[in-house]
């Protein structure tokens, strides 16, 4: 009698489309979710730490760190996927650092955002094929090609100078150039590797208004080259990018009119965005000057004693106090100051080094 009523039972169910409980043990969750959510949460990690990276990246490394991201869009787009997504995240990452508003950079912005426009309106279309797909791409590299050329040509100066060896090479800054005792600053260690006087003026605690002031003393050593290290003050005290602006474009000027050229550094005002939007760079376009990358800084701030990575490696370059440069430290600017004017004036303004005695 059970068994004529559960086979009615069953009849019912499969007429009416309800579900039939069995005996049967029921069946496990797959294996492959929990691998899926892992690699899930694997690839976010990724991408952040990408993302984290990239906003630290130093100006001497954007183009690269622009490649990075055009290539992952590239590949993406000739898989026949979105790929903006990439685009988009480089694009907000160069307007987060205010990277410098030069015509290549504009232009590969503005490519960025009309590729990125096109992907997600035509995503549909028959368009949206391995064709356009290499025509966006042979675009953005394009651009990005245009930016490495002009982003080059910003650091290195069209300038010659023919070396004088009497005339001096004069170095304005504040406190990173004037040094803590007994180390001197990279001046003190420049002099050891370039063939012509060096005059340190370092004064600490200026800001670019108090550089102009020591112009007349700069000028009175007859200098071939002025390296000035001066503007980060000036972010520090609350002064505009504009009158630091003003202020650097009036050394500049006054230096080339008692016949001296200009080498600039960069100063950093923050690991991940300038708030000065890339001051100096803006400027060595303008002006055709001679420019050391805040690499310089970044450098020696890396190598800190006080806070990883650099707690935990030798060859400290950053003073006890987590500002200054030790004499390694200046040493490692100098070398940096000294390319740039090995660049500006030739391989003779650098010190030989003497044959070792075998």
């Not at 294996?31 to 990276?53: C, M, N, Q, R, W």
């Not at 090479?169 to 990279?186: E, F």
């Not at 600039?264 to 005002?269: K, S, T």
């Not at 701030?301 to 060859?315: C, E, L, N, R």
Request: a positive charge.
């Amino acid at each position: 009698m059970m068994a004529q009523l559960q086979l009615a039972l069953a009849s019912d169910s499969k007429s009416m489309n309800l579900p039939v409980e069995s005996d049967a043990p029921s069946e496990q969750p797959s294996l492959g979710k929990p691998k899926t959510s892992l690699f899930g949460v694997f690839k976010t990690l990724v991408i952040a730490f990408v993302v984290v990276v990239s906003l630290l990246s130093f100006p001497s490394v954007l183009p690269w760190m622009v490649a990075f991201w055009l290539v992952w869009a590239s590949v993406l787009l000739f898989r026949n996927r979105p790929g903006w997504l990439p685009l988009l995240t480089c694009f907000v990452i160069l307007a987060v650092k205010l990277v410098p508003r030069t015509p290549a950079m504009i232009v590969l912005g503005c490519v960025m955002l009309i590729v990125i426009a096109i992907r997600i309106r035509y995503r549909h279309h028959r368009l949206y094929d391995r064709r356009f797909a290499g025509f966006c791409v042979a675009a953005l590299w394009g651009c990005w090609g245009w930016m490495f050329y002009e982003f080059h040509a910003i650091a290195n100066s069209s300038r010659t100078l023919v070396l004088d060896p009497a005339r001096p090479v004069v170095c304005l800054g504040d406190s990173l150039t004037q040094g803590m005792i007994p180390d001197r600053g990279y001046p003190g260690a420049l002099e050891a590797m370039i063939r012509v006087p060096v005059v340190n003026r370092g004064f600490s605690g200026i800001a670019t208004s108090q550089g102009l002031g020591q112009m007349d003393r700069v000028l009175a050593d007859h200098p071939q080259v002025v390296v000035i290290e001066l503007g980060g003050h000036d972010f520090l005290k609350g002064h505009s990018r504009a009158a630091t602006k003003a202020n650097l474009l009036k050394m500049i000027q006054t230096c080339r009119d008692h016949d001296a050229e200009v080498i600039l550094m960069e100063i950093p005002r923050g690991f991940i965005f300038d708030p000065f939007a890339s001051l100096e760079r803006e400027i060595a376009y303008e002006q055709d000057v001679q420019l050391v990358a805040d690499t310089w800084l970044r450098q020696i701030v890396v190598m800190s004693p006080v806070a990883p990575p650099g707690m935990w490696m030798p060859g400290f370059q950053l003073s006890d106090d987590g500002i200054h440069s030790n004499p390694a430290g200046s040493k490692a600017i100098a070398v940096r100051v000294a390319e740039a004017l090995q660049k500006m004036v030739g391989d003779d303004i650098r010190v030989k080094p003497t044959p070792k005695n075998r």
